[in-house]
């Protein structure tokens, strides 16, 4: 905090506009001078943006991060639904990947986690996005998080187009030769 002057002090960057100006108080939580009553915070509250039709009231900063999410998503899936539905269908689809020997919902035990997850990007991309629920949105930036993180790692210096780096990837809706 930085005195301003005249018994003001100017509060953290971070608070809304209407409380960063706040008086200079005593030891005893007072202001000085001859207004000497007790000093009132304010508190900030999230108002919902907006009551949809199913009566749902979501906050902006929600929807400012379902918006982020989608479209972080829409870069990080580059294989069209049916391209990829075809890709899970495959031998090399169902060779790669970790596979948690737990059985998933809807998933037969021993189905590696990316392949599921490819399952679930399909359900996703045939989804209208006024339709998304959390839990499609989390699978959504855990798909962002996985594709962003191999890509960074890097895959093989030869034999990229048959290279288990890539099947992995497809599995997850990124096709890094369509880059």
Known sequence: MAVIGSGWVAAEPTLPARCRL???ATERGRRRGVDARPIRRRRTVTKPAHDDETGHQGTRREEARHEETWAAFREAVNMSPGDLEHWLGTEESRSVGWSDGARKEGAGGGESVGHHQGRRIVEIKHTKKADLTDDDYADMRKVVAYVKRHLTQGGPKE?????????????????????
């Open 22 to 24: 706040l008086p200079i």
């Open 159 to 179: 034999d990229v187009k048959t290279s288990r780096w890539r099947y992995s990837l497809m599995n997850w809706g990124h096709d890094p030769l369509k880059d």
